[in-house]
């Protein structure tokens, strides 16, 4: 079946790295992504990696892909307090609709 | 880039009466939309898939007959939720299809709270 699953909360201090954890168990997903929330608004993707990559770095952010574990990161550097969201995982179903599975989100609090 | 828009951004209706959501695509044409449900605190929730002349797909667990969608053109899907209880209080969210790409459109959700 399709589930995905992060922890709950995550509280840092500005200038640290934030990483954030997911497991998934599709293992035919193509995709992740990682979506940002802030509060009253609406998803912002921030990043995806394809299934048959190992990492992908973007200025920031780098995302981690261990498939054998199903397992998936994503390291904020340098967090700063308007990083501070709800942050989902997402797999992508490999069929023609590309449906989205999301996971429970975790919530990143940054403290000054 | 695309727009999506979500038409209302937010509702208040008593129990028992029908609500309709809409989404319209401003700038892209979508054969496939999907609606989603985010509670408070909570992930979202896949819905159905919304295919554009035809019947949509729904998840397991969610009531066709009391979540009607229509696709009926490529760029506006729309969720109507019938005989509304207090229960159906949520955030929908819709998104167009086209996956994978670095853009995805999601739509700014509608708050509906039914009294």
């Known amino acids: 079946g399709e589930d995905v699953e992060q922890s709950l909360f995550l509280s840092v201090r500005e200038g640290d790295s934030s990483v954030i954890n997911c497991t998934y168990t599709?293992?035919?997903?193509?995709?992740l992504y990682w979506y940002k929330q802030e509060p009253g608004a609406g998803l912002q993707l921030l990043t995806y990696?394809?299934?048959?990559?190992d990492m992908k770095q973007d200025q920031r952010l780098t995302v981690l892909l261990n498939k054998k574990d199903k397992h998936l990161s994503l390291r904020i550097a340098d967090t700063q307090t308007g990083d501070s969201a709800i942050y989902f995982c997402?797999?992508?179903?490999?069929?023609?609709?590309?449906?989205?599975?999301f996971g429970s989100g975790t919530r990143l609090l940054v403290r000054p | 880039g695309a727009v999506v828009s979500q038409h209302p951004s937010w509702v208040i209706c008593k129990s028992g009466t029908s609500v309709k959501i809409e989404c319209r695509s401003l700038?892209?044409?979508?054969?496939?939309m999907f609606w989603y449900r985010q509670f408070p605190k909570q992930s979202l929730m896949l819905m159905a898939t919304s295919n554009e002349g035809s019947k949509a797909t729904y998840e397991q667990g969610v009531e066709k007959d009391k979540f009607l969608i229509n696709h009926a053109s490529l760029t506006l899907s729309t969720l109507t939720v019938t005989s509304a209880h207090p229960e159906d209080s949520s955030f929908y969210i819709c998104?167009?299809?086209?996956?994978?790409?670095?853009?995805?459109?999601f739509g700014p959700g509608t708050r509906l709270t039914v009294l």
């Open positions: 700038d892209f044409q979508a054969t496939t």
């Open positions: 997402a797999e992508s179903i490999g069929d023609s609709s590309y449906k989205l599975i």
């Open positions: 998104r167009l299809g086209g996956l994978p790409t670095d853009t995805q459109y």
């Open positions: 990696i394809f299934s048959n990559m």
């Open positions: 599709d293992s035919s997903s193509t995709y």
